[in-house]
């Protein structure tokens, strides 16, 4: 049986959803085969990254150009990045500017979706999912099922619900629009009264959106979403009752294992302890070497993310500390900036230097001593260490010494640093990468790729080589960084507002190298006390004791494999087939 699995995130890396989507579409192909068809949106930049354009098969032919004729252009491929399953990537462009005020007037006239005053961002994907729905009506080998994510595609879903009434459609909200454009807790979702939703979501300028939302959630033979806290959102703004969590998962199998992360993070832990060294010992002594290196990452949306729960439990960490152990910081949050700071850029690149010397003068020193050993000549000081060596180190070592205190960020932003909120609460909270605070802070306002300037590693690189996330969100549907963090061993802490937290403690792997703090409706002190105590335990454990927790945190995710949750779209699928009244087998 054809699945047709539609989202703007098909081949089009935009959010998380491309995340979840991509993650899984292995195990659908081993599932379906063939069978299993990806729709997305034809972005021609993200297209070449990530599909492999191939000859369209000889029964879709005419159906494309038929649909060209429309101003519906399909691209026909492999998705790359998405285990290699078929991908259609629907280009509207020219179907929007002749139709999207019909598909509007339709909207209104049949289901009172108020899209009047709807901008671009309405408008394209809305033209987008009708022209979908055209796409599937014609290809698609009914029945088939119709899995339709996001508002986004809601179009495409009431094209086919009219159209084929006992079509078995799934519809998928990850987090309702209304609660992501207003960082709503669950608190506040419990508190919200119905008759304010739809006045709060005119005030909000979303009212169109939410309205497409809704009615998908209405029409749609099943309803799913990601998270026990979803679930409540989606009972609550949408007015449907969520037939199955389809909980996010990650294609851990096909992901490198222990031996390969392990053997890896040795060398790529050498290169952030370099970079450490480069960035602080300019301005004093630092230790690094197994030091614990946190971090925390995330869109800068400073309340949101809980930046100012890391901040803060950061501060506490600091006093306590002193005296006993250094620990360094990374705030991963991409901001506006420019280029690096001369003194950081200059810093790092004489000590780039001072390796290349000593790399140089040491591999030749080892053959003048192999050759005098072998010659039975006597060895001496000089042929360790040259005077020239000497005065090349003490000349760079020199020139890499600074006054002052290294700065809380690398780079210059464009915009003043006094109105930045992470580096006024750095300060706030006494974080000022003195000598004598035991933590030192690193604010990286830059996407992490091995191509950057200054601390040349992509993330995944960086969640191996470091020790401890913390992602403490106050909206998080799901959580993938927590997950992300523990795959590639990586100690996480993060809070009972995600998803994720929720889940590892209900299968009873919490504290398995995974913390979840208690942050729903608990005062906020209580909070930042127990990220600083759980820190503070961590940072004073051995390095062998640390080591052990990250590999536990490897093997407590490890549920969170598509081979497993997987089973949850494959129940939404039978329950969709059941009530649109077919009696037919999923999987041949």
């Known amino acids: 049986m054809q699945v047709f699995e539609i989202s703007f995130e098909c081949g089009n890396k935009v959010g998380g959803i491309h995340t979840v989507i991509s993650s899984k579409a ?65 280009d509207s462009k020219e179907f929007e500017s002749k139709k999207v005020n019909e598909i509007k007037t339709e909207h209104w006239i049949k289901y009172k979706i108020d899209s009047l005053f709807a901008g671009e961002d309405y408008n394209e994907p809305v033209a987008w999912g009708y022209a979908v729905g055209k796409l599937v009506e014609k290809i698609g080998s009914f029945p088939f099922i119709a899995h339709f994510h996001e508002w986004l595609s809601g179009s495409a879903l009431l094209y086919l619900n009219e159209r084929i009434p006992n079509l078995p459609s799934v519809f998928t909200t990850h987090a309702t629009f209304f609660a992501r454009v207003k960082g709503a807790s669950v608190e506040d979702v419990k508190r919200l009264k119905e008759e304010e939703i739809e006045r709060r979501a005119k005030e909000l300028g979303i009212i169109a959106k939410h309205q497409m939302e ?13 998270s026990d806290i979803t679930k409540i959102e989606v009972e609550k703004i949408l007015g449907r009752k969520v037939d199955v969590i389809t909980y996010n998962a990650l294609d851990i199998s096909a992901m490198k294992n222990y031996e390969d992360i392990i053997a ?39 309340w949101n993310k809980g930046f100012d729960l890391f901040i803060e439990s ?33 810093n790092i690149l004489l000590f780039d230097r001072l390796e290349e010397i000593l790399d140089e003068k040491f591999e030749e020193t080892k053959k003048k001593i192999l050759d005098k050993i072998g010659k039975g000549e006597k060895i001496g000081v000089k042929d360790i260490i040259e005077e020239e060596l000497i005065a090349n180190i003490s000349g760079i070592v020199s020139k890499m010494k600074r006054k002052g205190l290294p700065p809380l960020c690398p780079f210059r932003l464009n915009y003043d640093e006094r109105s930045d909120l992470i580096l006024e609460n750095l300060r706030r909270y006494g ?29 995944k690189e960086f969640l191996e080589a470091a ?63 127990e990220i600083a105590k759980v820190l503070e335990n961590l940072c004073l454990l051995s390095r062998e004791k640390l080591e052990e927790l990250k590999i536990n945190a490897r093997k407590s995710v490890e549920i969170f494999d598509w081979r497993y949750m997987v089973k949850n779209y494959l129940d939404a699928y039978r329950l969709a087939l059941e009530r649109a009244g077919i009696k037919r087998q999923l999987i041949n």
């Open 26 to 90: 292995g195990e659908m192909v081993r599932l379906f085969g063939e069978d299993y068809i990806c729709i997305g949106f034809y972005n021609e930049r993200r297209a070449r990254e990530e599909v492999i354009p191939e000859k369209v098969p000889e029964e879709w032919r005419d159906i494309f150009e038929e649909l060209e004729g429309e101003g519906i252009k399909c691209t026909y491929g492999k998705w790359l990045k998405g285990g290699k399953a078929r991908i259609i990537l629907v």
């Open 214 to 226: 809704k009615i998908c959630a209405e029409k749609a033979k099943v309803v799913t979403t990601v």
């Open 264 to 302: 890896e993070a040795e060398m790529l832990r050498e290169r952030l302890e370099k970079f450490l060294i480069a960035y602080f010992s300019p301005y004093y002594g630092v230790e690094v070497k197994d030091k614990p290196i946190l971090f925390t990452s995330g869109r800068y949306e400073f």
């Open 314 to 346: 950061l501060g506490k960490l600091n006093e306590r500390l002193k005296g006993k152990t250094e620990v360094f910081a990374f705030i991963l949050v991409p901001s506006d900036v420019g280029e690096g700071k001369e003194e950081i850029t200059e």
């Open 431 to 459: 974080l000022k990468n003195r000598k004598e605070d035991a933590v030192k802070v690193i604010f990286y306002p830059k996407y992490l790729k091995t191509s950057d300037e200054l601390l040349r590693l992509s993330y």
């Open 467 to 529: 020790d401890i996330g913390i992602f403490m969100s106050r909206y998080e549907p799901f959580g993938y960084t927590p997950l992300e963090a523990s795959v590639y061993i990586t100690c996480s802490i993060t809070s009972d507002y995600g998803g994720f937290g929720n889940l590892i403690r209900k299968y009873g792997r919490e504290r398995k190298g995974v913390w979840v703090i208690h942050a729903v409706n608990r005062e906020r002190e209580d909070v930042i006390e």
